[in-house]
């Protein structure tokens, strides 16, 4: 907001709304009877009036912005707390209740679905907020993790799960195989590929989650 808006208002940044609109009044009334004076008198308290209320609607336009980004922002936060302590029916009413649904909100409803195990569902939004917002390096990077564990699970259904490779013709974990060569580590077992494809969609970090090292 330019500080000059304030100025012309005679207050500081740090008014409270109800002391803006007083002093708002306050010259409002005050030019309303200068502008009937003769002469370039009456003219500059006609422009003043213009001024004044440019500057009002300029304020209070940009202070209620301010407010319902800042209640946009909690209600975010409230709803990544319920998702973190495993209250996924509570996120999910939280989440309905938004009115304007950016990026951010098609985020979390993917994180929510992928907390549901629906995991087509959860990359249909992170399509949409990565539509929405293109250079957003945390979606995008959600979406490829997303990516690997769908893939990954569509890999296990379709190996037999017979202990022995038929494409590579020798006795081999298709599983153990797959891990190594999305999540780039030896040794990485197939609960924890799953751990770290919802952690790296929350921004967590990767617990402990099983016994393998």
Not at 149 to 170: H, L, R, S, V
Not at 186 to 208: V, Y
Request: charged share 30%; net charge negative; proline share 2%.
């Amino acid at each position: 907001m330019n500080k000059q808006y304030y100025d012309l208002l005679g207050v500081s940044e740090d008014a409270t709304d109800e002391e803006i609109r007083q002093k708002f009044e306050e010259l409002k009334k005050k030019y309303s009877e200068e502008r009937f004076l003769e002469g370039e008198a009456g003219n500059e308290a006609a422009k003043m009036l213009n001024k004044l209320d440019v500057a009002y609607n300029e304020i209070m336009t940009e202070r209620m912005e301010k407010r319902a980004a800042g209640n946009e922002a909690s209600s975010y936060t409230k709803v990544d707390q319920f998702i973190r302590d495993g209250k996924i029916a509570e996120a999910q009413a939280a989440l309905d209740e938004f009115n304007e649904r950016p990026a951010e909100w098609h985020y979390l409803q993917s994180v929510v679905f992928y907390k549901k195990n629906w995991m087509n569902e959860s990359k249909k939004q992170l399509e949409i907020a990565i539509q929405m917002d293109p250079s957003n390096e945390k979606y995008r990077i959600a979406y490829n993790k997303l990516k690997d564990k769908i893939d990954f699970d569509k890999k296990k259904a379709e190996t037999p799960q017979n202990g022995y490779n038929t494409a590579q013709g020798q006795g081999a974990d298709p599983n153990t195989d797959y891990d190594q060569q999305q999540m780039g580590g030896g040794g990485f077992c197939e609960q924890c590929a799953t751990c770290c494809a919802c952690n790296m969609l929350f921004n967590c970090c990767l617990n402990s989650c099983c016994g393998c090292r």
